[in-house]
Every structure is written in C-alpha cells, then in structure tokens.
C-alpha cells in the first residue's frame, strides 16, 4: 500500500513573529534549518521513494535536507502552496484583527471564505487534493514524502480523506517539520481508501 507523508515545513521569522505568511516566499530561519535537519534524519530512516514539495523556499529547503540524506530529488509541484491569504499576506495577525475585524472573526470561526482576498478551503482542498494524488501516483505501494505548509496540509489531508470542512477543522495544525502519515489501503481485499495513521509526528522539541 502506498504510505503519504505530508510534511510541514521548519520555522521561519514569520512564524515566529505571529505573521501571516500565505504564498509570501518567507525563508527558513536558523531555527527552522535546525528542524529540518533533525526531522530529516527520522524520515530517512522511513525510506522515501519520492519526495515533491511546494515551491515556496521554507518548504523546498525543508526538502532538499532529506534529499542530501537520501540522494532522491525534489520535485517541485507549485499546486502545495500555502493558502493565498490575500491582502493579510505578510501582515501581523494582531494588526489584522484590529483592521479587519469582521473577516478575521470569519476566518476564526472557519468559514470557508471570509473575504479580504482570502483563497477559499473549497480551491485549496482541491488543489491539495490534485497535487497529492499526482505525488501518491510517482510511487505506488511505496512512500511519498510531500513537502507543504500548515494550512495547506490540513486541508489537503482532509480532502483525501473526503472529509467536509467541519471535520477537517478539528485536525489540529502541524507544528513545524512535524507531518501526517496516511495510507492507501484500497488496493487490499475489503480496502477502504486513505485512511488516516498518524498526525503531528515529528521531534518532541519542535512542539
């Protein structure tokens, strides 16, 4: 069976500093560069057999520090982008709920569009779920490492699953370089498709 390993990427200053980074390209800080190496060695030990990530540098980075482990290269699939956050993009959250109350409200109460530019679940999720199907199909029954961001992830998976919104919600966020591990059981006899094994694995420290 095909094992999907949808992985966060490390800590960047946006992160750090309650900013909003959405397609921002944001670099991995020193710290985030730490947390790719160190989970990178765990995942290693999994055996990849691919390995694809978003384009935006924090994910690819994260990568590229598996790829010197394993000696595979990354594919590059744009479609794992984080959420566009529209206008929000680059701004502090703090300044955001001060300007835009009411969407922001939206957002936190997770409606599916809230405005402000703001990409809505129904795009991402089926972006997510393009983009992962393509890399659980470069490797069949073996195991994908997928390289994105918190928002899209959860998305993501929740697609996959054929989860609605309201259920993909209570999925808690990644922290940075931890993932979430499906598998594809439908090609068993009695297969129920992906199924959800694991969440928020990762180096107890990058919590």
């Not at 918190?150 to 996959?160: D, E, F, K, S, T």
Request: aromatic share 4%.
């Amino acid at each position: 069976m095909t094992r999907l390993l949808v992985w966060r990427h490390g800590n960047t200053d946006y992160n750090a500093g309650g900013r909003v980074q959405g397609q921002t390209d944001a670099p991995l800080n020193a710290r985030g560069r730490d947390q790719a190496a160190e989970a990178a060695a765990l995942l290693a030990a999994l055996h990849p057999d691919v390995l694809v990530s978003s384009d935006l540098s924090r994910a690819h980075d994260t990568a590229s520090a598996l790829a010197s482990l394993t000696g595979l290269s990354v594919t590059v699939d744009p479609r794992l982008r984080e959420r566009h956050f529209g206008v929000w993009q680059g701004e502090l959250l703090t300044d955001i709920e001060t300007r835009h109350p009411t969407e922001y409200a939206r957002w936190r109460a997770g409606d599916p569009s809230p405005g402000c530019g703001i990409e809505s679940l129904d795009d991402l999720a089926k972006r997510m779920l393009d983009a992962l199907q393509d890399a659980a199909a470069l490797a069949p029954g073996g195991t994908v490492v997928v390289t994105t961001h918190g928002g899209a992830a959860r998305q993501g998976c929740g697609a996959l699953l054929g989860w609605p919104n309201e259920a993909t919600r209570t999925l808690g966020s990644l922290h940075n370089c931890h993932w979430t591990e499906l598998r594809d059981r439908s090609r068993r006899v009695g297969g129920t498709g992906w199924q959800l094994m694991a969440h928020n694995v990762g180096v107890l420290s990058h919590s």
